[in-house]
């Protein structure tokens, strides 16, 4: 598996601090009130910042993030053959109550999760009944905490742009003691000679493996595939990974095995976020440099 360790372009603190010296922040506010019109927001670099307990949005702007509006996936829940679904013990993925769907742990205060989980594209606003439960290892839920601040692309609330479909949730709690799921951007070669990848996430019932018909939603499962080019655009993920209502949010993401000094070590990579279900492969939204600034390095987490 030391093979493995060229594919990603492992983005550590160290790395994150120095993106700050590349970009420069660039923040506008657009609305403090309860409501923003986003059609006059600039697109594809603008950012929604939606705060949980005033009910009010502010916009603003991170520069040097390029644009694409390709549409494409659906909201199929696909099960690719023979369900693949396995128990998985991983603590920072977490569960979105009130929607139904999944994040992962990307800071001491940042959830990342798909926009969809988070904003009725239906009715173009933001869901305030959203929580989040942190699930230990052995199934039980150990918090369920209340979101602070929602970020979403501006691109997402106007169309609805599945390639936008991302959004960070940050929470006032210290999650660094509970662990993070590290960033990279998976390299072409490694997704166009079909790369082993993997997603996590909590599926509805239906999409339950033999076995665990008899329990209730709230189990997290992951599940194992390839990758495939998608030639629409470069700021997706096309994959073979089963996928079902529920995961969503969760993280698509690569597994580096190494020993330092004798010991094994397991390292775990994010390169995407798991968003939906096709016919033939499933998709989601691929980890670029623009999604590590948004993620990363983004001085608007808070006002």
């Known amino acids: ?39 006059n ?4 670099n603008s950012f929604i910042r939606y705060d949980c307990s005033t009910h009010s949005t502010t916009g603003y702007t991170l520069y040097n993030i390029s644009s694409s509006n390709n549409n494409y996936g659906n909201d ?55 929580s989040i439960s942190f699930i230990n290892s052995n199934g039980t839920n150990v918090w369920t905490l209340d979101p602070r601040y929602i970020h979403i692309p501006e691109e997402y609330a106007t169309d609805h742009s599945p390639t936008h479909d991302f959004a960070m949730i940050y929470v006032t709690r210290d999650l660094s003691g509970w662990g993070k799921i590290n960033l990279g951007i998976a390299l072409d070669d490694y997704i166009e000679n079909n790369g082993v990848a993997f997603i996590s996430g909590f599926p509805d019932t239906g999409g339950y493996p033999t076995g ?29 990974i089963d996928n079902y209502g529920g995961t969503s949010g969760g993280p698509v993401y ?50």
Request: charged share 15%.
């Open 76 to 130: 199929l829940d696909n099960i690719i053959g023979n369900n693949d679904f396995v128990l998985d013990t991983e603590e920072t993925v977490v569960r979105i109550n009130g929607t139904g769907g999944t994040g992962f742990i990307i800071g001491d205060h940042t959830i990342a999760t798909c926009a969809h989980c988070v904003y009725d594209s239906n009715n173009d606003s933001f869901i305030d009944d959203i």
């Open 254 to 303: 690569v597994v580096e095995s190494f020993q330092i000094n004798g010991t094994p070590i397991t390292y775990k990579t994010a390169i995407g976020i798991n968003k939906a279900g096709g016919y033939d492969y499933n998709y989601g939204v691929r980890m670029t440099s623009d999604l590590l600034k948004f993620f990363l390095n983004n001085d608007e987490l808070t006002p």
């Open 1 to 39: 598996m030391l093979k493995q360790k060229r594919i990603i372009r492992r983005i550590v603190s160290v790395f994150s601090v120095a993106l700050v010296f590349v970009f420069t922040l660039f923040a506008t506010t657009f609305s403090s009130g309860a409501a923003i019109n986003y059609q």
């Open 41 to 44: 927001l600039i697109s594809f």
């Open 212 to 240: 665990y018909s008899q329990y209730p939603y709230g189990l997290r499962f992951r599940a194992q595939g390839l990758l495939y080019v998608h030639t629409p655009d470069n700021v997706s993920l096309k994959y073979d």
